[in-house]
C-alpha cells in the first residue's frame, strides 16, 4: 500500500498505549459514525484505567493531530492524520474469502466485449463496498487526436474541425479577437496536427491547459491563438466516458456526505469526471494500492472523502485504473482487498477475451 505520512510520526513519539487507543476509536468510529467518548473508549479497549487516564490518551493524540473534538460532541473523531496512521502502521487486510472471490469471478464469466467488462467492475465495486466504484477505460479504448484544421469564414469567425483516430469529426464555430488570413490558420493547423497526431484527446487538453497557464514569452501571439482555439473546440469535443462510475446514490447514506452543497458538488464531479480522471492518472505509475484520504487527493470537493485504487494490467502493460470512493471512514479492511482483486479478476477477464 502507498504510504503518504511515512517519517511524520517519529519512532516512539506515539506511545503504544496511545496506538491502542487510535486503532480502537477509528474502528468504532468506521462502525458508528459518531464521535467516541472516552467513557465508550475505557470499555472497548479493555484496560483498567481511569475516567482520567483515558482523557489524557485522547488529549495527547489530539494535541498530535491524530483526532479531532466536533463542536457538538464531547467525543473525538479521527483526522486524515489519524487514518493514515491507522492504514499504515494498524490496519491488518485480510485476502477475500474464496467464495468471495467467486461471487466476483462470476460476474465477469457473464461478460466478454471490453466496454461490458468496465461496467461490470465498476458495477461490482460498488456493490460489494457499497460506495461507488470507479474504472478508468482501457488506454487503447481512448480518443486520440489526429488532426485539427481552421478555416476561415467572414468577419472574426473561424471554423474549427477537428478528427480524432477513430475518423470522428468535430466542428465548432470560434470567434477570433480580429479576422486571421488563410495563410496563418494553415500554419496554426499544422503546428498543432504535427505536434498532438496520435496523442490522447485528455493528454492534448491537459498540454493545451499548461501552454496557456505558463509564461508565453517563447510563443508568438499567432501559435497562442491557436493553443486557445484549439482548447476550445477540443473541450467541447471530449469524450466524458473514459471513466466508468457506478453506485454514487451510495454516498447519500452517510451522514457526513449527505448536505445539499457537498452531495451536488460530488455529483457535478462524477457528471465532468475531469478532476477524477487526473487523479486517477496520478494513480497510473504506482505500484499496489494506493490511499488518498481526505485533502491528501488534491482537490477540496474530496476533502471528506478517501479514494482507494489499483491499476490493472495486461502482460506487464498498465491499462488503466479502478477504485473507490466514499467517506473517510469507510471500511478500509475491506475495501482494500476488494479493490486489489477486482484488478486483478478485471485484467484477468480483458486477457482472455
Known sequence: MDSRASGRFAEGQVSERALHFLKVLVERHIRDGQPVGSRTLARDTGLDLSP???????????????VSSPHTSAGRVPTASGYRLFIDSLLKVAPLTESDVTMLRDQFARSTDTATLIQTASRALSGVTHLAGLVMVPRHEREVFRQIEFVGLSGRRVLAILVTG??????????????LPASQLEQASNYLTQLFNGHEMR??????????????AHMDELMMRAVMMAQRVIEAAEHKDDVM??????????????????LKALFDAFTEKRQILDLLDR????????????EESGYALLDDCSVVTATYRVEDQVLGVLGVIGPTRMNYQQVIPVVDVTAKLLAAALRGR
Open 52 to 66: 482520567a487516564t483515558v482523557r489524557n490518551v485522547m488529549s495527547d493524540l489530539e494535541d498530535l493531530g491524530l
Open 166 to 179: 477513430d475518423g470522428e469529426v468535430h466542428n465548432r464555430i470560434l470567434e477570433t479577437e480580429q479576422p
Open 203 to 216: 493528454e492534448v487538453r491537459r498540454q493545451l491547459m499548461a501552454d496557456l497557464k505558463q509564461t508565453h
Open 245 to 262: 462510475i457506478a453506485g454514487q446514490t451510495n454516498l447519500m447514506e452517510f451522514t457526513e456526505l449527505s448536505s445539499m452543497d457537498r
Open 283 to 294: 494513480c497510473i505509475e504506482a505500484e499496489g494500492v494506493q490511499i488518498f484520504i481526505g
